[in-house]
């Protein structure tokens, strides 16, 4: 009995003890985790590779049939006439692996700006192009980088870069079909297209 009794007021005892200290909860407080202070990105950090990739855009969404991403001039290939004949015989070639402007080719470049120059109307498409050696992913960005090259030197002559696309084929549309040097050095161009709004604006 007398053992009964000193029982309840120990477990009532335990029990106010685990009431008023046991659960206690500090929610002013958070556990700093490790990274750069103040959410600050470190320098040559760039913040989308913190983001995990996700599948590819479709193209047609962002892009016009030429993978030309819409500008604030707003204008596409497509809505324009394609005169591929004025300036056919000013094709700039390239040396083999390479995106950089001859010195011989500056000439073509230039009669390419004069007839830009000679027409306020008139737009430009470059198509890059390489030769039929290397994967289709490395040409198609070695024939990005030809065309990107060569409106880069137009800008230098004064042609406005928003007057001028640029698309690539790869090894898609060789001028000659042959697998030989002559071949190789005739596919190693750029070709330009001289564009006109349809209906004649």
């Not at 206690?24 to 990105?41: E, F, M, R, Y």
């Not at 070639?93 to 950089?100: C, E, P, T, V, Y």
């Not at 024939?143 to 690539?168: F, N, W």
């Amino acid at each position: 009995m007398k053992t009964t009794k000193l029982i309840y007021p120990l477990i009532f005892a335990l029990a106010t003890t685990l009431a008023t200290t046991g659960c206690k909860h500090d929610t002013g407080k958070l556990t700093k985790l490790p990274g750069p202070p103040n959410g600050q990105i470190p320098d040559g950090k760039d913040p989308t590779t913190m983001i995990p990739p996700g599948p590819p855009l479709n193209p047609t969404e962002t892009t016009d049939i030429h993978g030309q991403i819409p500008t604030a001039d707003g204008w596409r290939v497509e809505d324009m006439n394609q005169d591929r004949e004025a300036l056919a015989a000013y094709t700039v070639h390239f040396a083999f692996d390479s995106s950089a402007i001859k010195s011989s080719e500056e000439s073509n470049l230039q009669a390419v700006a004069a007839a830009l120059k000679s027409d306020a109307n008139a737009k430009l498409l470059i198509e890059g192009n390489c030769d039929d050696r290397g994967t289709e992913e490395y040409n198609r960005s070695l024939g990005e980088r030809r065309a990107l090259a060569a409106r880069e030197a137009l800008a230098k002559d004064g042609i406005d870069p928003a007057r001028v696309r640029t698309i690539s084929y790869g090894k898609d549309r060789p001028a000659d079909p042959a697998h030989d040097e002559a071949a190789w050095a005739k596919n190693r161009r750029d070709d330009f297209v001289l564009l006109h709004p349809k209906g004649g604006v």
